[in-house]
């Protein structure tokens, strides 16, 4: 069985951008990630915010 491929998100975001959308992400500080809504750090592994519920 054959697994379709994604692309790399990066390439997607810069796709999205070029055409006027804006496009969020985790921000980085030190090892962990931080929310770009409220600020809040997480461990690598976080998906969504645990303090207001942001999700890129």
Do not use: I
Not at 27 to 40: A, L, V
């Amino acid at each position: 069985m054959s697994k379709a491929s994604t692309p790399d998100d990066g390439l997607l975001d810069d796709f999205l951008e070029q055409r006027g959308h804006e496009t969020a992400t985790w921000e980085e500080s030190y090892n962990k990630k931080q929310c770009p809504e409220c600020g809040g750090l997480h461990d690598v592994e976080a998906r969504t915010c645990t303090v207001c519920g942001w999700s890129p």
